[in-house]
């Protein structure tokens, strides 16, 4: 290799260095986002909890015992619908019990949590926002709504780990 391709691939390793430490500032992190569940979502390294809301878990399922629907994998699948644009950005405060980062984020200029409370995939903290939200999904009876389902706090106490 010539000594100026050498120098050009060690400029531009520092130059995405220098991007990656920007992206992920302690209080910011920016970047092509993965689902991990149904709350839960992967921005470079770092996994990030959608701050406010609880979402079903994986393997839950929702709906009357003979029409059960895997609201689990559905908002999991919803989920990486949402964070399918080039740049989700999340603001972060603290981390949780599982190291995750705390967040609110944002996908196309939408909020994702509320996305996922608005459309029935997932539940409004108490006391915290999305109250509004939640209650119009319920009243519309979308998602989890739509018949009865186990609160996902209560589904993982039933299925420890």
Do not use: K, N
Not at 42 to 64: H, K, N, S, W
Not at 82 to 100: F, S
Not at 134 to 159: K, N, V
Request: aromatic content about 4%.
């Amino acid at each position: 290799m010539r000594p100026r391709d050498l120098l050009t691939a060690a400029a531009l390793l520092l130059a995405l260095a220098a991007l990656a430490a920007l992206l992920t500032r302690a209080d910011e992190i920016a970047g092509p986002a993965f689902a991990v569940d149904g709350d839960t979502l992967r921005i470079l390294d770092v996994r990030v909890r959608l701050e406010g809301i609880d979402a079903p878990e994986l393997a839950q399922t929702c709906g009357a015992p003979r029409a059960t629907w895997p609201c689990g994998a559905r908002a999991l699948h919803r989920l990486a619908q949402v964070l399918d644009v080039p740049l989700v950005t999340c603001r972060l405060r603290g981390t949780d019990a599982y190291g995750r980062r705390i967040g609110t984020c944002t996908a196309g200029g939408r909020d994702v949590a509320r996305v996922m409370v608005e459309e029935g995939l997932a539940l409004a903290l108490s006391g915290r926002a999305y109250g509004s939200e939640q209650d119009a999904a319920e009243q519309q009876r979308l998602g989890i709504w739509s018949g009865p389902f186990q609160r996902p706090a209560a589904w993982r106490a039933d299925h420890p780990r």
